[in-house]
């Protein structure tokens, strides 16, 4: 009997796997942000390519995302799973994590999503101010509750990161990780207080085997373009030497292999086992374009040599 797609995607986050009709990617974008059709259309051409899981968050287009999300879910229950974050509110701005707090708006995206449960519910930022244990205590709580499946944490420290790894190490499924991680290493300084998963990072992911998604994993389209492009109106902050050098370096294999060189640099992504690189994919054809990285099988010295050039 076939595997639904939540048993897929339990599957694969536990061991970072493949299946062979499913992929890694999961799917972004500027819901709420655009028409309804184009949600619409997006979603179901990821589904139908193998994709498992939608990432959104509560504060995303003022609030808007997780509505738009749950209006296409509504239509097709169990075609995808989602994952959503809490932390901030509907501007951006980071919100205290004490226990009402974050169940108040866990209830509000189920019922925007117009799911029983989330399938990956992610802290969106730390709160310092609380013990490591207590932001725990109130994860476990929400899954003990039956409103989430999956817990995890973007942009904590390393530190806080493996805190929580220990925490919940006897306590249920292992926490999923999520952060900036691409090819394209970022200026931290122009992440607006986002983290990209370094050294300190990885090594904590690696260590305690968690599932890692990867967000901004094509560099907001730094491998497409031939120059920077300001966000927000704030500087690029993968317009770096390095970067540029293994943009020039993705273009350069991706002629030699008849690709494109945003395709390249999510290839050398999914060498990564356990990362699940989150794409921003406005159009179909860029969902095309981003599937197309399953097919390229690079060598562990293209690897090294598209990051470090040697």
């Not at 239509?75 to 989602?82: I, M, S, T, Y």
């Not at 952060?179 to 992911?205: C, I, K, M, N, R």
Request: hydrophobic share 40%.
């Amino acid at each position: 009997m076939p595997r639904s797609p939540m048993q897929l995607l339990d599957g694969l986050l536990d061991d970072g796997g493949m299946e062979t009709a499913v992929h890694r990617f999961v799917l972004g974008g500027p819901f709420g942000a655009e028409p309804a059709d184009t949600t619409a259309e997006r979603l179901a051409h990821f589904a139908d390519a193998g994709g498992l899981l939608v990432e959104t968050s509560h504060s995303y287009a003022g609030g808007k995302a997780e509505v738009a999300v749950g209006d296409w879910l509504r239509k097709n229950p169990g075609a995808l799973g989602v994952a959503t974050k809490v932390g901030h509110d509907t501007t951006g701005g980071d919100i205290p994590l004490d226990r009402e707090t974050v169940f108040e708006h866990v209830r509000s995206a189920l019922e925007n999503l117009g799911v029983d449960a989330i399938d990956v519910l992610l802290y969106h930022c730390d709160d310092p101010t609380r013990p490591v244990a207590e932001l725990a205590d109130t994860l476990m709580s929400l899954v003990a509750a039956g409103h989430v499946r999956r817990v995890g944490v973007s942009n904590w420290t390393a530190e806080r990161l493996s805190q929580l790894a220990v925490e919940l190490a006897e306590r249920g499924p292992t926490p999923v990780a999520s952060y900036q991680f691409s090819l394209a290493e970022p200026d931290p300084a122009l992440l607006d207080g986002s983290l990209h998963a370094d050294t300190a990072v990885l090594d904590v992911v690696r260590g305690h085997r968690l599932p890692l998604i990867g967000w901004s994993s094509q560099a907001r389209g730094h491998f497409a373009r031939t120059g920077p492009k300001a966000h927000h109106g704030k500087p690029d902050p993968y317009d770096t030497e390095d970067n540029r050098a293994r943009r020039l370096r993705c273009r350069e294999l991706a002629v030699e292999i008849g690709s494109l060189p945003e395709t390249v640099a999510l290839a050398w992504t999914l060498r990564h086992r356990g990362v699940w690189p989150s794409i921003g994919a406005r159009t179909t054809a860029q969902i095309d374009n981003s599937l197309q990285a399953r097919r390229l099988t690079l060598t562990e010295e293209q690897v090294r040599w598209l990051r470090d050039g040697r």
